[in-house]
């Protein structure tokens, strides 16, 4: 049996996806293969002399070749996985992932039906002309994204910003919008990158971008943090309305913000005729694991011969989705009471308090930090520095995991994302050790 | 399911009209700003609704001009017998112990988790060397159709029974593997339909079936309740092989066979050729739950030897991120001996309820098939358009069925009843219909 395959049920096992880019199976070939990141590892793969292995005539699809690697997240997962296992005593933290970790606050586990969708638009949308019938009720904002995906189709070309949430690039390239990953640059041909760095305010400069069809824009930003100014969102819906693009614009960490910075695209003047909102459950409530968000799309947002977005894209919920699990949506329903609301900022008071102690630490040890205000990750920048090599090193030498900037985007290179989701011990503990680590 | 009181867009005139652009409304009167963005051209080319919204809003329209009448539906594929206590108790106090700190869990494996994986190639795959890694539990089987669909790419051709559950053709078109449909046959150019009908057992000619690289095989069949035996799987598994297809079996029915394979990999050699779709909808009446499973064999590669699991494995961690825990919580238990006892005591209810509906057909001199290893009735009415067959039933006895041509051509002919419901309804709704056809 081939490394490949041994490497296959190792990998499956703990969660993870296969992260080997392209490669061949020729019977008695030796082949290196090096892991994209910098991984000092090499894995080398030797087919077994046995009898030749049937192939069925099915070519394989060739957007699935062009991704560089697996999806980012799983990646994380195994370098964990493979620490713990080297290391079985170790205490690791982990402020990789962003997944929640406090319980969900009894109000909502304990729930009665009702209509969630109604609910999701008054409390969210009230003031802003959406109603219960803009709203698609879903298994969580990561489905969506792929979801609103095959609605655009091939055709269609997106800018995202750059860092960004890995999901629009890799779902960009499996419906095959893209051209081929350039390796010099990073970058997959064919998407726009609008560059967000300290220079720029983690803003783009939208003189500088081309037109596309879609613009991905998460704000609160995953993973840079930062919450786009109203001004900044009224340029955008300007510039989108100018190209007659439109824009996924994901709220996720809405509830997030501190400060005066819009919680939603639809408080924008105009926004209603080049936007859709998608938003989630995960970051407010700790669905990460029920499985609940929401995608807006207004009656408004029309296509260019005159056709109404919204109906295409119940038509894509109709036959590729079957609804969101209705014991996840009776929680949601209790999300969305005058007590769950409450219990959802308590929820995110705690992350956010969790991510004002990971600021500091930072702040104290005299690194420049970024975000950390209006959502619960900070952005911690390593001038100079392969943020995988920052990555193993951290994880090497305090057992605590976080997220290499450059698996968002080449954009991200030079920084590293922790994340404030973690119990309130391990937090400070992580602090310390960081500060052990770079005092 | 999708609810017909929240189709709060389509107006009901525009139902089943041939495609067009939905004019907005004071067309001419006030310019609406449209972006410069082109609609995708796949989604023009689907005919009509999605089959089953559309039944649903039918039943809408009817119950607003008959607000007195009892109806019943034997329409759309829903389960209605409660679940078993011990399942949903599992999934009550799953959902408890989140609020509590022991209790509490985050992101799972997108694949599932490993208990519920071993449970499911236990349980279905028994002695068939189904590994637990090959199994990836997922919201459902159609949800994970289309991900199959996003997994194959544009460029695959695709053959399909027809009958057949429209989200095969559906998927298809949307992703870009068919040409325009033909009006007049109701064919999709690119697609290869396998007829299936009394002329041939209802298992297709496979000798005069030309290859395409994907062959999707649902059995026991909706909507014909047909369920293919031990050697008419053989021939399709060798008809693959020969032409280095890839079967996508749909087994979400295979409890309700009575005698025969439950499983494509029953069948020597099929793990080199298939995947395998399922789903506890009506296993345990999870319709609602959401959940399901996806096989992908290790053994099975592309014309490359790329091994399609590994592409399966990325689009699932991409495209989706897993089940809900609660749903699966609770698919643990119904595989629990004592869970599994009470799910297939509910699958039995269903299959008594058949029975009663095929000796009523049989009563009538109607010819009904299926019924016997699926909780479909396939119901020829020779001659017959059958969604006039469906408006007449609906009309007169105030039962919701779903007409055959809704499954495709193939089945103009046809009604297919389900044999869900509570079990006075189902004996209601054959005084009905025998008052109504004899």
Redesign the interface.
């Known amino acids: 049996m081939s490394v490949i395959q041994q490497n296959l049920s190792t990998s499956m096992a703990s969660s993870a996806s296969i992260f080997i880019a392209n490669y061949s199976f020729e019977n008695n070939k030796s082949t290196n293969i090096s892991i994209p990141g910098k991984f000092k590892a090499v894995v080398k793969c030797v087919a077994a002399p046995e009898r030749t292995a049937y192939k069925t005539k099915v070519s394989r699809n060739e957007n699935m070749a062009k991704l560089q690697a697996g999806y980012l997240f799983p990646e994380i997962a195994r370098r964990k996985a493979a620490h713990m296992l080297k290391h079985p005593d170790a205490q690791v933290i982990s402020l990789g992932i962003g997944d929640t970790t406090e319980p969900i606050p009894e109000v909502i586990t304990s729930a009665m039906s009702k209509q969630l969708r109604a609910s999701i638009a008054s409390t969210y949308y009230a003031d802003l002309g959406l109603d219960e019938s803009d709203i698609f009720v879903s298994d969580g904002a990561k489905s969506d994204i792929s979801r609103l995906q095959v609605l655009f189709g091939s055709k269609v070309r997106i800018a995202v910003q750059d860092p960004s949430y890995p999901a629009y690039v890799d779902s960009s390239v499996i419906l095959g919008q893209t051209g081929l990953f350039q390796k010099d640059i990073e970058q997959f041909e064919k998407i726009e990158y609008m560059k967000c760095t300290p220079e720029n305010g983690f803003f783009p400069d939208l003189s500088t971008v081309g037109r596309t069809d879609v613009i991905f824009f998460c704000s609160p930003n995953n993973p840079t943090g930062y919450a786009a100014s109203r001004d900044q969102l009224t340029r955008l819906v300007q510039f989108a309305k100018e190209n007659g693009s439109i824009i996924v614009y994901d709220s996720a960490y809405a509830m997030y913000v501190s400060d005066d910075s819009p919680r939603s695209i639809f408080e924008i003047p105009g926004a209603k005729e080049v936007a859709l909102e998608v938003s989630s459950f995960s970051k407010y409530a700790g669905f990460t694991g029920v499985r609940l968000g929401w995608t807006a799309v207004p009656k408004e947002l029309l296509y260019s011969d005159g056709f109404p977005v919204a109906k295409d894209f119940n038509r894509i919920v109709c036959t590729c989705f079957n609804g969101a699990s209705n014991i996840a949506q009776a929680g949601g329903v209790a999300c969305v009471s005058p007590e769950g609301i409450k219990a959802m900022h308590e929820v995110v008071g705690f992350y956010k308090e969790n991510t004002s102690i990971i600021v500091d630490t930072f702040d104290s040890l005299g690194f420049k930090v970024y975000g950390g205000k209006n959502a619960p990750y900070v952005w911690v920048y390593f001038p100079g520095q392969s943020s995988w090599d920052v990555f193993s090193e951290i994880l090497e030498r305090t057992d605590v995991v976080v997220t290499p900037g450059s698996g968002f985007g080449p954009g991200g290179e030079g920084f590293i994302r922790v994340s404030a989701f973690g119990h309130r011990e391990n937090v400070l503990e992580a602090c310390e050790r960081f500060k052990q680590l770079y005092k | 399911?999708?609810k017909a009181s929240?189709?709060?867009?389509?107006p009901c005139k525009t139902f089943l009209q041939p495609k067009s652009?939905?004019?907005?409304e004071d067309n001419g009167k006030v310019k609406?700003?449209?972006?410069?963005?082109?609609?995708?051209?796949?989604?023009e080319r689907?005919q009509y609704?999605?089959l089953?919204?559309e039944i649903s809003a039918r039943e809408l329209q009817h119950v607003k001009k008959y607000p007195n009448a009892r109806v019943i539906s034997l329409g759309i594929g829903d389960t209605t017998e409660p679940l078993p206590e011990v399942v949903a108790s599992s999934?009550a106090n799953y959902?408890?112990n989140?609020?509590?700190?022991a209790?509490?869990?985050?992101?799972?494996?997108?694949?599932g988790s490993?208990e519920l994986r071993k449970a499911i190639a236990e349980t279905f795959y028994k002695k068939m060397g189904i590994k637990d890694?090959e199994v990836f539990v997922s919201?459902?089987a159609?949800?994970d159709?289309?991900r199959l669909q996003?997994?194959?790419?544009?460029?695959?051709s695709i053959a399909i029974q027809d009958p057949i559950f429209p989200?095969y053709i559906?998927?298809s078109v949307?992703?870009?593997q068919t040409g325009d449909v033909d009006t007049e046959s109701g064919r999709y150019q690119n697609i290869k339909y396998m007829k299936c009908g009394p002329h041939n057992g209802f298992f297709p000619n496979l000798w005069e079936t030309e290859r395409t690289?994907?062959i999707f095989f649902c059995s026991p069949n909706n909507p014909t309740g047909h369920a293919a035996n031990r050697e008419q799987l053989e021939q399709l598994v060798q008809f693959?092989?020969d032409?280095?297809?890839?079967i996508v079996y749909d087994s979400a029915y295979a409890v309700y066979v009575t005698d025969g394979p439950r499983s494509i990999y029953e069948i020597s050699g099929a793990k080199?050729?298939a995947i395998e779709i399922s789903s506890f909808s009506k296993i345990a009446g999870f319709?609602?739950?959401?959940l399901g499973w996806t096989v992908v064999p290790?053994?099975?590669?592309?014309?490359?030897?790329?091994?399609v699991?590994?592409?399966f494995?990325?689009?699932v961690?991409?495209?989706?991120?897993?089940?809900?825990?609660?749903?699966q919580a609770g698919g643990l238990a119904s595989l629990s001996s004592e869970g599994f006892k009470g799910v297939l005591s509910l699958v039995d209810h269903y299959k008594q309820n058949a029975e009663i509906l095929l000796e009523t057909f049989e009563s009538l001199g109607l010819k009904a098939y299926g019924g016997v290893n699926a909780p479909y009735l396939w119901v020829h009415f020779p001659g017959s358009n059958s969604w006039d067959v469906f408006n007449e039933i609906l009309e007169k006895t105030h039962i919701i069925t779903v007409p055959g041509s809704g499954f495709g051509p193939a089945g103009k002919e046809f009604i297919r009843v389900t044999a869900f419901g509570h079990r006075e309804d189902i004996i209601e709704a054959s005084k009905r219909l025998t008052s109504l056809l004899s």
């Open positions: 399911m999708f929240s189709f709060g867009l389509m652009s939905i004019k907005t609406f700003y449209h972006t410069k963005v082109v609609r995708n051209p796949k989604l689907l609704n999605y089953f919204p999934m959902a408890h989140l609020s509590t700190p209790g509490y869990r985050g992101y799972g494996a997108e694949q490993k890694k919201d459902g159609q949800c159709i289309s996003l997994l194959f790419g544009s460029n695959m989200a559906d998927s949307i992703i870009g690289d994907i693959a092989q032409n280095g297809s890839i080199k050729v319709t609602g739950v959401r290790e053994e099975l590669l592309y014309l490359n030897g790329f091994p699991i590994n592409d494995n990325r689009i961690c991409t495209c989706f991120n897993g089940a809900s825990r609660i749903a």
